[in-house]
Protein backbone atom coordinates (compact mmCIF):
# COMPACT_ATOMS: atom_id res chain seq x y z
CA UNK A 1 0.00 0.00 0.00
CA UNK A 2 1.06 3.55 -0.57
CA UNK A 3 2.19 6.01 1.65
CA UNK A 4 -1.00 8.07 2.84
CA UNK A 5 -3.39 4.89 2.44
CA UNK A 6 -6.06 4.83 4.49
CA UNK A 7 -6.08 1.13 6.66
CA UNK A 8 -9.15 -0.05 8.30
CA UNK A 9 -9.01 -2.99 10.57
CA UNK A 10 -11.73 -5.00 9.05
CA UNK A 11 -12.02 -7.73 11.96
CA UNK A 12 -11.32 -8.93 15.45
CA UNK A 13 -11.95 -6.12 16.12
CA UNK A 14 -13.58 -3.48 13.24
CA UNK A 15 -12.75 -0.19 13.00
CA UNK A 16 -9.35 0.84 14.01
CA UNK A 17 -8.28 3.64 11.52
CA UNK A 18 -4.67 4.62 10.79
CA UNK A 19 -3.05 6.88 7.61
CA UNK A 20 0.07 5.02 6.33
CA UNK A 21 3.52 7.31 7.14
CA UNK A 22 5.55 4.99 4.22
CA UNK A 23 4.86 2.62 1.62
CA UNK A 24 3.37 -0.78 3.33
CA UNK A 25 2.24 -4.41 3.45
CA UNK A 26 -0.84 -5.63 5.20
CA UNK A 27 -2.29 -8.72 5.81
CA UNK A 28 -5.98 -9.93 5.13
CA UNK A 29 -7.24 -8.28 8.47
CA UNK A 30 -7.14 -4.73 6.70
CA UNK A 31 -9.71 -3.35 3.79
CA UNK A 32 -7.49 -0.35 2.71
CA UNK A 33 -8.74 2.41 0.90
CA UNK A 34 -6.08 4.65 -1.49
CA UNK A 35 -7.36 8.04 -2.21
CA UNK A 36 -7.26 9.39 -5.71
CA UNK A 37 -6.24 13.17 -6.15
CA UNK A 38 -9.57 14.45 -6.01
CA UNK A 39 -9.55 13.05 -2.29
CA UNK A 40 -7.83 14.55 0.68
CA UNK A 41 -6.27 11.45 2.67
CA UNK A 42 -6.95 12.97 5.81
CA UNK A 43 -10.18 13.51 5.15
CA UNK A 44 -10.86 10.01 4.42
CA UNK A 45 -9.55 8.89 7.87
CA UNK A 46 -11.97 10.93 9.62
CA UNK A 47 -14.49 10.09 7.43
CA UNK A 48 -13.87 6.11 7.87
CA UNK A 49 -13.76 7.01 11.99
CA UNK A 50 -17.26 8.71 11.42
CA UNK A 51 -19.20 5.60 9.89
CA UNK A 52 -17.25 3.07 11.89
CA UNK A 53 -20.19 1.64 13.55
CA UNK A 54 -22.03 1.61 10.51
CA UNK A 55 -19.66 -0.57 8.74
CA UNK A 56 -19.32 -3.09 11.87
CA UNK A 57 -22.99 -3.04 11.53
CA UNK A 58 -22.59 -4.82 7.93
CA UNK A 59 -19.60 -7.53 9.33
CA UNK A 60 -20.96 -11.24 9.01
CA UNK A 61 -19.31 -14.59 10.59
CA UNK A 62 -19.39 -16.73 13.64
CA UNK A 63 -16.73 -16.90 15.41
CA UNK A 64 -16.05 -13.30 14.66
CA UNK A 65 -17.32 -10.63 12.16
CA UNK A 66 -15.51 -9.63 9.50
CA UNK A 67 -16.40 -6.91 6.96
CA UNK A 68 -15.45 -8.32 3.09
CA UNK A 69 -13.87 -6.08 0.10
CA UNK A 70 -16.54 -6.03 -1.42
CA UNK A 71 -19.16 -4.77 1.38
CA UNK A 72 -16.12 -2.08 2.14
CA UNK A 73 -16.74 -1.02 -1.81
CA UNK A 74 -20.42 -0.64 -1.53
CA UNK A 75 -20.20 1.58 1.73
CA UNK A 76 -22.33 4.83 0.99
CA UNK A 77 -20.65 7.92 2.22
CA UNK A 78 -21.25 11.57 1.36
CA UNK A 79 -17.82 13.52 0.61
CA UNK A 80 -17.65 17.28 -0.33
CA UNK A 81 -17.39 18.47 -3.77
CA UNK A 82 -13.95 20.08 -3.50
CA UNK A 83 -10.21 19.28 -1.81
CA UNK A 84 -10.55 22.20 -0.38
CA UNK A 85 -13.35 21.84 1.58
CA UNK A 86 -12.29 18.37 3.03
CA UNK A 87 -9.06 19.83 4.17
CA UNK A 88 -10.98 22.38 5.65
CA UNK A 89 -12.83 19.74 7.54
CA UNK A 90 -10.04 17.32 8.26
CA UNK A 91 -7.82 20.50 9.37
CA UNK A 92 -10.23 21.25 12.28
CA UNK A 93 -10.31 17.38 13.80
CA UNK A 94 -6.71 17.11 13.32
CA UNK A 95 -5.71 19.80 15.18
CA UNK A 96 -7.50 18.70 17.98
CA UNK A 97 -5.76 15.58 18.09
CA UNK A 98 -2.49 17.15 17.68
CA UNK A 99 -2.89 19.14 20.57
CA UNK A 100 -4.15 15.72 22.32
CA UNK A 101 -0.91 14.03 20.94
CA UNK A 102 1.39 17.08 22.12
CA UNK A 103 -0.55 16.88 25.80
CA UNK A 104 -0.05 13.20 25.77
CA UNK A 105 4.23 14.15 24.61
CA UNK A 106 4.12 16.42 27.48
CA UNK A 107 2.85 13.76 29.97
CA UNK A 108 5.37 11.26 29.17
CA UNK A 109 8.06 13.34 29.19
CA UNK A 110 6.64 14.92 32.91
CA UNK A 111 6.29 11.19 34.67
CA UNK A 112 10.05 10.18 32.87
CA UNK A 113 11.15 12.73 35.11
CA UNK A 114 9.43 12.04 37.97
CA UNK A 115 10.40 8.13 37.20
CA UNK A 116 14.49 9.32 37.22
CA UNK A 117 14.28 11.59 40.17
CA UNK A 118 12.66 8.26 42.61
CA UNK A 119 15.52 5.65 41.15
CA UNK A 120 17.77 8.39 41.96
CA UNK A 121 16.32 9.24 45.67
CA UNK A 122 14.98 5.96 46.62
CA UNK A 123 16.76 3.53 44.94
CA UNK A 124 20.20 4.23 43.90
CA UNK A 125 20.35 6.79 47.08
CA UNK A 126 22.18 9.38 45.09
CA UNK A 127 21.60 12.11 47.20
CA UNK A 128 22.28 10.15 49.73
CA UNK A 129 25.82 9.22 49.44
CA UNK A 130 24.64 6.16 47.97
CA UNK A 131 23.32 4.04 51.11
CA UNK A 132 20.10 4.60 52.99
CA UNK A 133 20.10 7.36 56.12
CA UNK A 134 19.98 6.07 59.69
CA UNK A 135 16.36 7.56 59.96
CA UNK A 136 14.57 6.10 57.35
CA UNK A 137 12.67 2.96 58.39
CA UNK A 138 11.29 -0.01 56.46
CA UNK A 139 7.12 -0.56 56.99
CA UNK A 140 4.76 -2.77 55.19
CA UNK A 141 2.72 -0.59 52.37
CA UNK A 142 -0.45 -0.67 54.80
CA UNK A 143 1.51 1.52 57.10
CA UNK A 144 1.29 4.16 54.48
CA UNK A 145 -1.78 3.81 52.54
CA UNK A 146 -5.33 3.00 53.28
CA UNK A 147 -6.33 -0.37 50.79
CA UNK A 148 -9.24 -2.27 49.83
CA UNK A 149 -10.68 -4.40 47.28
CA UNK A 150 -13.05 -2.80 44.77
CA UNK A 151 -16.93 -4.01 44.46
CA UNK A 152 -18.45 -6.97 43.41
CA UNK A 153 -20.98 -5.87 40.86
CA UNK A 154 -23.38 -7.55 39.11
CA UNK A 155 -23.66 -8.06 35.46
CA UNK A 156 -27.13 -6.79 34.90
CA UNK A 157 -26.77 -3.41 36.98
CA UNK A 158 -23.87 -2.11 34.85
CA UNK A 159 -24.64 -0.39 32.23
CA UNK A 160 -23.39 -0.21 28.29
CA UNK A 161 -23.76 3.55 27.60
CA UNK A 162 -23.79 5.96 29.70
CA UNK A 163 -26.69 8.15 31.16
CA UNK A 164 -26.74 11.24 32.92
CA UNK A 165 -26.78 10.11 36.50
CA UNK A 166 -24.28 7.51 36.14
CA UNK A 167 -20.75 6.31 37.42
CA UNK A 168 -18.09 4.62 34.75
CA UNK A 169 -16.85 1.31 36.41
CA UNK A 170 -13.10 1.80 36.89
CA UNK A 171 -11.56 -1.95 35.69
CA UNK A 172 -8.27 -3.41 35.36
CA UNK A 173 -8.57 -2.12 31.59
CA UNK A 174 -8.08 1.31 32.75
CA UNK A 175 -4.50 0.54 34.05
CA UNK A 176 -1.51 0.30 31.09
CA UNK A 177 1.43 -1.91 30.89
CA UNK A 178 4.18 -0.58 33.91
CA UNK A 179 1.79 1.97 34.93
CA UNK A 180 -0.87 5.18 33.78
CA UNK A 181 -4.19 5.49 33.48
CA UNK A 182 -6.25 4.45 30.12
CA UNK A 183 -9.48 6.52 29.50
CA UNK A 184 -10.81 4.51 27.30
CA UNK A 185 -10.34 1.20 28.85
CA UNK A 186 -12.98 -1.15 29.28
CA UNK A 187 -16.07 0.82 29.86
CA UNK A 188 -19.13 -0.15 31.94
CA UNK A 189 -21.43 2.11 33.62
CA UNK A 190 -22.98 1.96 37.70
CA UNK A 191 -26.94 4.17 38.42
CA UNK A 192 -26.30 6.13 40.95
CA UNK A 193 -29.34 5.67 42.64
CA UNK A 194 -27.75 2.40 43.22
CA UNK A 195 -24.41 3.59 45.13
CA UNK A 196 -25.74 5.48 47.88
CA UNK A 197 -24.19 2.52 50.10
CA UNK A 198 -20.86 2.38 48.21
CA UNK A 199 -19.53 5.77 48.69
CA UNK A 200 -16.09 4.22 49.75
CA UNK A 201 -15.73 2.57 46.17
CA UNK A 202 -15.94 6.23 44.18
CA UNK A 203 -12.90 7.29 43.53
CA UNK A 204 -11.05 10.53 44.58
CA UNK A 205 -8.31 12.06 42.10
CA UNK A 206 -5.02 11.32 43.33
CA UNK A 207 -6.42 7.97 44.43
CA UNK A 208 -4.23 5.02 43.10
CA UNK A 209 -5.43 1.63 41.20
CA UNK A 210 -3.93 -1.83 41.01
CA UNK A 211 -4.31 -4.46 38.90
CA UNK A 212 -4.69 -7.70 41.20
CA UNK A 213 -5.45 -10.44 38.66
CA UNK A 214 -3.51 -10.83 35.46
CA UNK A 215 -2.81 -14.46 32.78
CA UNK A 216 -0.36 -16.90 34.13
CA UNK A 217 1.25 -16.91 30.11
CA UNK A 218 1.48 -13.40 29.65
CA UNK A 219 1.56 -11.45 33.32
CA UNK A 220 1.35 -7.81 31.60
CA UNK A 221 -0.18 -5.38 34.35
CA UNK A 222 -0.26 -7.60 37.39
CA UNK A 223 0.81 -4.83 40.41
CA UNK A 224 0.45 -2.30 37.89
CA UNK A 225 -1.27 1.15 39.15
CA UNK A 226 -2.91 4.39 37.64
CA UNK A 227 -3.30 7.95 38.99
CA UNK A 228 -7.29 8.30 39.09
CA UNK A 229 -7.23 12.17 37.70
CA UNK A 230 -11.28 13.05 38.05
CA UNK A 231 -12.76 13.49 41.39
CA UNK A 232 -16.17 11.22 41.72
CA UNK A 233 -16.87 10.37 38.25
CA UNK A 234 -15.48 5.88 38.16
CA UNK A 235 -16.54 3.85 40.71
CA UNK A 236 -14.04 0.70 41.41
CA UNK A 237 -14.18 -2.77 39.95
CA UNK A 238 -13.22 -6.00 42.29
CA UNK A 239 -9.88 -7.60 41.18
CA UNK A 240 -8.79 -3.64 40.95
CA UNK A 241 -6.90 -2.29 44.26
CA UNK A 242 -7.91 0.75 45.66
CA UNK A 243 -5.06 2.55 47.36
CA UNK A 244 -4.81 6.09 48.65
CA UNK A 245 -1.94 7.61 50.73
CA UNK A 246 -3.02 8.58 54.43
CA UNK A 247 -0.45 11.64 55.16
CA UNK A 248 1.88 9.34 57.49
CA UNK A 249 5.22 11.27 57.47
CA UNK A 250 4.00 13.38 54.43
CA UNK A 251 4.11 10.74 52.24
CA UNK A 252 1.60 11.56 48.66
CA UNK A 253 0.02 10.23 45.52
CA UNK A 254 3.22 10.80 43.31
CA UNK A 255 5.28 8.62 45.86
CA UNK A 256 2.91 5.41 46.28
CA UNK A 257 2.43 5.89 42.10
CA UNK A 258 6.24 5.74 41.68
CA UNK A 259 6.73 3.11 44.58
CA UNK A 260 4.07 0.53 42.88
CA UNK A 261 5.41 0.88 39.56
CA UNK A 262 9.28 0.43 40.68
CA UNK A 263 10.93 -2.46 39.45
CA UNK A 264 12.25 -3.87 42.53
CA UNK A 265 8.61 -3.29 44.08
CA UNK A 266 6.99 -4.91 41.03
CA UNK A 267 9.35 -8.36 41.46
CA UNK A 268 8.72 -8.87 45.12
CA UNK A 269 5.10 -8.43 44.91
CA UNK A 270 4.43 -10.75 41.98
CA UNK A 271 6.92 -13.23 43.68
CA UNK A 272 3.91 -13.76 46.06
CA UNK A 273 1.09 -14.19 43.53
CA UNK A 274 -1.11 -17.03 43.74
CA UNK A 275 -0.85 -18.69 40.33
CA UNK A 276 -3.28 -20.93 38.42
CA UNK A 277 -4.68 -20.44 34.62
CA UNK A 278 -4.29 -16.70 36.76
CA UNK A 279 -2.20 -14.76 38.43
CA UNK A 280 -4.01 -13.19 41.66
CA UNK A 281 -2.51 -10.98 44.49
CA UNK A 282 -4.41 -11.07 47.53
CA UNK A 283 -4.96 -8.01 49.60
CA UNK A 284 -2.79 -9.60 52.47
CA UNK A 285 0.05 -9.68 50.24
CA UNK A 286 -0.31 -6.06 49.04
CA UNK A 287 -0.34 -4.73 52.29
CA UNK A 288 2.69 -6.37 53.44
CA UNK A 289 4.65 -5.76 50.99
CA UNK A 290 8.18 -4.28 52.51
CA UNK A 291 8.90 -0.58 51.89
CA UNK A 292 11.84 1.83 52.53
CA UNK A 293 10.06 4.46 54.08
CA UNK A 294 12.28 8.14 54.02
CA UNK A 295 12.00 10.51 57.02
CA UNK A 296 9.28 13.51 56.70
CA UNK A 297 11.77 16.06 55.40
CA UNK A 298 12.75 13.76 52.48
CA UNK A 299 8.98 13.19 51.75
CA UNK A 300 8.30 16.76 51.66
CA UNK A 301 11.09 17.77 49.86
CA UNK A 302 10.06 15.41 47.04
CA UNK A 303 6.70 16.01 47.04
CA UNK A 304 7.36 19.96 46.66
CA UNK A 305 9.08 18.82 43.11
CA UNK A 306 6.53 15.99 42.34
CA UNK A 307 3.21 17.27 43.19
CA UNK A 308 3.26 19.76 40.64
CA UNK A 309 4.38 17.50 38.09
CA UNK A 310 1.53 15.12 38.64
CA UNK A 311 -0.69 17.97 39.15
CA UNK A 312 0.17 18.95 35.58
CA UNK A 313 0.01 15.61 34.00
CA UNK A 314 -3.74 15.31 35.53
CA UNK A 315 -4.42 18.69 34.31
CA UNK A 316 -3.44 17.75 30.33
CA UNK A 317 -5.50 14.56 31.08
CA UNK A 318 -8.70 16.68 31.57
CA UNK A 319 -7.87 18.84 29.07
CA UNK A 320 -7.40 15.58 26.83
CA UNK A 321 -10.88 14.50 27.76
CA UNK A 322 -12.64 17.59 26.96
CA UNK A 323 -10.68 17.60 23.85
CA UNK A 324 -12.14 14.27 22.63
CA UNK A 325 -15.25 15.36 23.46
CA UNK A 326 -15.30 18.40 21.43
CA UNK A 327 -13.71 16.28 18.41
CA UNK A 328 -16.21 13.57 18.87
CA UNK A 329 -19.21 15.97 19.25
CA UNK A 330 -17.36 17.92 16.00
CA UNK A 331 -16.89 14.95 14.03
CA UNK A 332 -20.71 13.90 12.95
CA UNK A 333 -21.55 17.96 12.34
CA UNK A 334 -18.66 18.46 9.85
CA UNK A 335 -18.88 15.19 8.10
CA UNK A 336 -22.98 15.80 7.62
CA UNK A 337 -22.40 19.23 6.37
CA UNK A 338 -24.10 20.98 9.46
CA UNK A 339 -21.32 23.37 9.88
CA UNK A 340 -20.21 25.54 7.16
CA UNK A 341 -16.81 25.37 7.09
CA UNK A 342 -16.17 28.18 3.47
CA UNK A 343 -14.63 30.53 6.12
CA UNK A 344 -11.94 27.73 7.56
CA UNK A 345 -8.20 29.78 6.37
CA UNK A 346 -5.90 26.69 5.29
Aim: hydrophobic share 40%.
Amino acid sequence: MPKNSILFSSRAPIGYVAIADNDLCTNQGFKSVVPNDNINPLFVYYLLKFNKDKIEGLGSGTTFKEVSGTTMKNVIVKVPETIEEQRRISSILDAIDKKIELNQEINNNLEQQAQLLFKSWFVDFEPFNGSIPSDWEVVPLEKIVDFQNGYAFKSKELLNEPSSDCYQVFKQGHISRGGGFIPDGTKSWYPKRLASKLERFVLKKGDILMAMTDMKDNVAILGNTAIMPFDNEYIVNQRVGHIRANGYKGITYPFIYLLTNSTNFLTNLRSRANSGVQVNLSSTEIKVSQTVLPSEKVNMAFSEITLPMFEAIISNQLENQQLAQLRDTLLPKLMSGELDVSNIVL
